[in-house]
T-cell receptor, first 113, second 112 residues
């Protein structure tokens, strides 16, 4: 099956700093990538849809200025959490669409201290 | 709006026993349905999916699921569970273009 790599797997940062998470489709081109967020013991909630070469579409309630998404190529999307606060601590998972199916990365555990 | 409900937050079964995890969906058209498994701190692994055709779908690790349109259900089953099946299981429906809506998840515990 297709492989989606997410980096880093985990990150700890200080309050007020920014963190960038990468999502790469390794063996296929993904015109669309999705970013999900998962709080402990909860389900995955879609944050935004990232389309190559255009602005991301954010779900209701997600701050676009806080969660910056860039999809500069057909194999890479990045999520930058700006001015991170402890309440941003969560598990972030990306998925990449091959056009027929979405494949998930392994997730990034973000802890803001 | 599409939604997915997993009525059971936590299920405990004995090793070797059969398993059924429930999933109900709300979707106007023929749904594309998925079951994923997540081990602690890990990403999602696709167990199986239903797009069309045979309503009984076979997946990996001995899992199967049956799509029942009349009941808006897509329950996951396994005849005999193994200790390694302990994990969180998510049912999901495709809203379109592979944008998924997930259920709340069911945590499976296996008793030895």
């Amino acid at each position: 099956g297709a492989v989606v790599s997410q980096h880093p797997s985990w990150v700890i940062c200080k309050s007020g700093t920014s963190v960038k998470i990468e999502c790469r489709s390794l063996d296929f081109q993904a015109t669309t990538m999705f970013w999900y967020r998962q709080f402990p013991k909860q389900s995955l909630m879609l944050m935004a849809t990232s389309n190559e070469g255009s602005k991301a579409t954010y779900e209701q309630g997600v701050e676009k200025d806080k969660f910056l998404i860039n999809h500069a190529s057909l194999t890479l999307s990045t999520l930058t959490v700006t001015s991170a606060h402890p309440e941003d601590s969560s598990f972030y998972i990306c998925s990449a669409s091959s056009g027929a199916e979405a494949f998930f990365g392994q997730g990034t555990r973000l802890t803001v201290v | 709006a599409q939604s997915v409900t997993q009525p059971d937050i936590h299920i405990t079964v004995s090793e070797g026993a059969s398993l059924e995890l429930r999933c109900n969906y709300s979707y106007g058209a023929t749904p594309y349905l998925f079951w994923y498994v997540q081990s602690p701190g890990q990403g999602l692994q696709l167990l199986l999916k239903y797009f069309s055709g045979d309503t009984l779908v076979q997946g990996i690790k001995g899992f199967e699921a049956e799509f029942k349109r009349s009941q808006s259900s897509f329950n996951l089953r396994k005849p005999s569970v193994h200790w390694s099946d302990a994990a969180e299981y998510f049912c999901a429906v495709d809203q379109g273009a592979q944008k998924l809506v997930f259920g709340q998840g069911t945590r499976l515990t296996i008793n030895p």
